[in-house]
């Protein structure tokens, strides 16, 4: 059961970036058309222009393909929550409840995580001080 939580866990982060990352398409590709339609129609693009152009069609790319990336772990997520499923004995209600629960033991480890993280950070921060003080009293 904890193998299909992670499994709908994963599906709904990857849904939710999809759904983020879908407006930014639209306009990736409206963008992408302009620009194709007007090289056709004989616009000549100045250097400057050219390169803000590579720049965003570059992003086009990156953003393109991690759609398709999101696609497939989709795809892939569904065959295995099928194979999955049935080998689990477990009711719709306790598939969600365990869903649930993993998904707060990830938010408390990222919490945790990142709060060591800023402890860490502030006490480095804070033993640099030390060490330059306490290094310039020596000299």
């Known amino acids: 059961m904890s ?12 849904r939710k970036e999809q759904d983020a990352l879908a ?3 639209v306009a990736a590709n409206q963008f992408y058309e302009i620009v194709t ?20 069609m570059k992003q086009r790319g990156h ?6 990336k ?11 929550g099928v194979a999955i499923k049935k080998h689990c004995s477990a009711t719709p209600e306790q598939i969600q409840d365990a869903i649930k629960a993993f998904k707060q033991k990830r938010h ?5 995580a990142l709060g060591l ?4 950070r502030t006490n480095l921060k804070e033993a640099k001080a030390t060490f330059r003080r306490l290094q310039s009293i020596r000299a």
């Open 3 to 14: 193998a299909l939580a992670k499994l709908a866990a994963r599906r709904d982060d990857l």
């Open 37 to 56: 339609l007007n090289t056709l129609h004989g616009k000549q693009y100045s250097s400057e222009e050219r390169k803000e152009i590579d720049a965003l």
């Open 63 to 68: 953003l393109l393909a991690r759609m398709a």
């Open 70 to 80: 999101i696609e497939a772990d989709l795809a892939v997520i569904q065959k295995d």
């Open 117 to 120: 993280e800023y402890g860490l």
């Open 23 to 25: 407006a930014d398409a």
């Open 108 to 112: 408390d480890a990222e919490t945790l």
